[in-house]
């Protein structure tokens, strides 16, 4: 049993590791990421967010969902130890 | 010299009056650090997520140098995890009252139908708001974890 987890851990990582290799390069000015997202959120987000911060305009507006979802993790992670691990009842 | 012999052996480094004192000189500062981390935000690296933590961190600093159960007096358990849950409802329900006020969900422009400010002001203002329901949220589940985990689940004597 454990062979076979190790198998299959070995294999997923491998396919992980070969999807890889079709990213763009890190930092390639030609990938799709850098050619309208990067400069789109750089030539407009002061002028409609006011926020000097890009990184503070992206992760708080353009990005709110994602944002919500981190914060939604860290909650679940708490309630995960407070029920796991809380042996007293108020 | 005894009683700090006994101290020491009964583990309890925390009663230390050199650390008590300090500890009560550096929290308030820690505390007001982080409130202008949160509302910095905008203009320099910061927000709701570095803000809590150093929130958090300041009432585990005091949980720390006293013992846990006067940090449970400052904040009974119940108390914290309702203003967690608080923390998450802000956030989501900025989101919820954009999309009922006619925008898209996490739209902070449709604000504007209802008090007239500018969209980018508005804007501005909304990840404002989104980040103290992150600074609550963050900073109530960082101590619940330290009490839950320094006291093995018990919440009655921690490190």
Not at chain 1, 71 to 90: F, H, M, T
Not at chain 2, 36 to 56: I, K, N
Not at chain 2, 101 to 119: E, T
Request: charged share 15%.
């Amino acid at each position: 049993m454990k062979l076979l987890a190790l198998a299959a851990t070995l294999l997923t990582g491998a396919l992980l590791l070969y999807g890889t290799a079709d990213f763009p390069a890190w930092g390639d000015p030609q990938s799709p990421a850098s050619t309208h997202v990067s400069a789109g959120y750089i030539e407009t987000a002061v002028q409609e967010t006011h926020t000097p911060n890009l990184v503070a305009a992206v992760l708080g507006d353009y990005r709110a969902y994602d944002t919500m979802f981190e914060l939604v993790v860290i909650y679940c992670a708490g309630i995960g130890v407070v029920g796991v691990l809380r042996r007293v009842r108020e | 010299m005894k009683r700090l012999q006994e101290q020491a052996r009964s583990g309890n480094l925390g009663e230390d009056l050199i650390i008590r004192t300090a500890v009560r000189i550096m929290v308030p500062f820690i505390q007001l650090f982080s409130l202008y981390v949160l509302a910095h935000g905008h203009y320099s690296p910061g927000g709701g997520f570095q803000g809590g933590v150093l929130l958090g961190a300041s009432f585990l600093l005091m949980a720390l140098a006293f013992d846990l159960k006067s940090s449970k007096e400052l904040f009974p358990p119940k108390v914290i995890m309702a203003s967690s849950n608080v923390g998450v409802l802000i956030f989501a329900g900025i989101g919820v009252v954009c999309a009922l006020l006619g925008g898209y969900f996490m739209d902070y422009a449709a604000f504007a139908k209802v008090i007239p400010l500018a969209v980018p002001d508005w804007r501005s203002l909304g990840i404002l708001l989104v980040e103290v329901g992150v600074q609550i949220g963050v900073a109530c589940i960082m101590l619940v974890l330290y009490w839950e985990l320094s006291s093995a689940g018990t919440l009655e004597e921690g490190l």
